[in-house]
Nanobody, 126 residues
Framework: QAHLVESGGGSVQAGGSLRLSCVAS????????MGWFRQAPGKEREGVAS????????LYADSVKGRFTISQDNAKNTVTLQMNSLKPEDTAMYYC???????????????????WGQGTQVTVSS
């Protein structure tokens, strides 16, 4: 059975950094692309970054461009989100997502994904 397991969340002061990791396992169908999403209390889930399987074509939300970097380690089936210059507004639950099909939706839309991790909390204090 396919699983996505996130790690690396925590609490940090504004201006600090965190590194989130997502390990994908048990996929019998190849993953086409993966992404990171976040959801703050009372807000809709927001696409943060996405990457094609193999590590190409990264996409970023405007709110994180220049601060966050998504990358993939194929050998370890891991997708990483390096988050620098964190701001209090980055505080949210962060979710890893994967798609085993090419869906006609933009890769920063939750509609483009069919599998989700449980999430990891990121809290940025001012």
């Amino acid at each position: 059975q396919a699983h996505l397991v996130e790690s690396g969340g925590g609490s940090v002061q504004a201006g600090g950094s965190l590194r989130l990791s997502c390990v994908a396992s048990g996929y019998s169908i190849s993953v086409k692309y993966m992404g990171w999403f976040r959801q703050a209390p009372g807000k809709e889930r927001e696409g943060v970054a996405s990457i094609l399987n193999g590590g190409s074509s990264p996409l970023y939300a405007d709110s994180v461009k220049g601060r966050f970097t998504i990358s993939q380690d194929n050998a370890k089936n891991t997708v990483t989100l390096q988050m620098n210059s964190l701001k209090p507004e980055d505080t949210a639950m962060y979710y890893c997502a994967a798609s085993t099909a090419w869906v006609g939706a933009v890769r920063l839309s939750s509609l483009a994904y069919n599998d989700w991790g449980q999430g990891t909390q990121v809290t940025v204090s001012s």
